[in-house]
């Protein structure tokens, strides 16, 4: 029941061609019945582990607190359950090399559900540099931000995975592996932690990719604001909504040729009204 999956991620796969919303569950089974009849949900379980019980369920979407991801998600591979779960699927290395033996030894689908991989702005942006129309790949400079000094919030505790770099950075390094299509070669960080919360709430990075570097800059303690540049030797290309792009109008992709500095050689290209929850929703389930 956790904000995410009610408010942005099930409304959203509900509306799927693909995706078929059969249960929700909660520690606490008012709260369970409470979101399964606002949101129009047939089943309703009281703990994880009911759910995961449920042989007619085939799949399940882990939107729990950064420090449940890997524990449950592994649960529900064992239970032969497909997983789809909320970034980051892990917090560190270590965790990560859990899932994959889970899938290996279950051999179910677990999945990050890092929505932007599948939203057409990225698929456009990553066929604009892969067909050259910025000459070869250079730079990207991202920014994501807010602001929460809320210390019951979770993106506050630290014990539960909270801080700027695994709630947004991670959208920074996720996006420079897919547009770069490789792994970096080096990766620098610098943090700077709330003295009384102990998160991390500036964080900047740099991922040396060899033939081209990204460097952003996340924070839960700034003005809200995203973004992202990508340069190349002949142009560059701007997302003035990189991460959450809204589903009630179209995005707009940002490609300058560098003609000069006061946007001469500006162009853009429209991408269509989509919610990419309903696009990555479908995608899994195929």
């Not at 792994?183 to 033939?211: H, K, N, Q």
Request: glycine share 8%; hydrophobic share 35%; proline share 6%.
């Amino acid at each position: 029941c956790a904000k995410i999956a009610t408010e942005k991620v099930i409304p959203a796969m509900q509306r799927g061609q693909w995706s078929e919303v059969t249960a929700i569950a909660s520690r606490d089974a008012e709260k369970a019945r409470g979101a399964a009849a606002r949101l129009g949900i047939p089943k309703a379980y009281g703990s994880y582990d009911d759910l995961l019980a449920d042989a007619d369920i085939d799949a399940i979407y882990n939107p729990l607190p950064n420090h449940l991801h890997v524990p449950w998600s592994v649960k529900a591979a064992e239970h032969n359950k497909h997983v789809l779960c909320e970034k980051p699927v892990a917090l560190t290395a270590d965790e990560a090399r859990q899932l994959l033996d889970v899938r290996n030894r279950t051999g179910v689908k677990i999945q990050e559900a890092f929505m932007v991989r599948t939203h057409p702005q990225w698929l456009a942006v990553k066929d604009l540099v892969s067909s050259g129309r910025i000459g070869e790949l250079r730079s990207m400079l991202g920014a994501f931000s807010y602001m929460n000094r809320d210390p019951a919030n979770i993106r506050n505790r630290p014990e539960f995975g909270g801080g700027a770099l695994t709630d947004i950075g991670c959208y920074l390094v996720n996006t420079s592996r897919f547009i770069f299509g490789r792994e970096p070669l080096r990766v620098t960080g610098a943090i700077e932690r709330d003295p009384d919360m102990r998160t991390d709430r500036l964080t900047s990075i740099l991922l040396d990719f060899g033939t081209g570097h990204a460097a952003g800059t996340c924070s839960t303690q700034m003005v809200p604001y995203q973004r992202l540049q990508i340069l190349g030797t002949t142009g560059r290309i701007e997302l003035p909504i990189p991460f959450n792009a809204p589903p009630d109008r179209p995005n707009r992709i940002i490609v300058d040729t560098g003609a000069d500095l006061f946007g001469g050689g500006r162009s853009s290209i429209d991408v269509d009204t989509c919610n990419q929850y309903t696009i990555h929703g479908d995608l899994f389930s195929k």
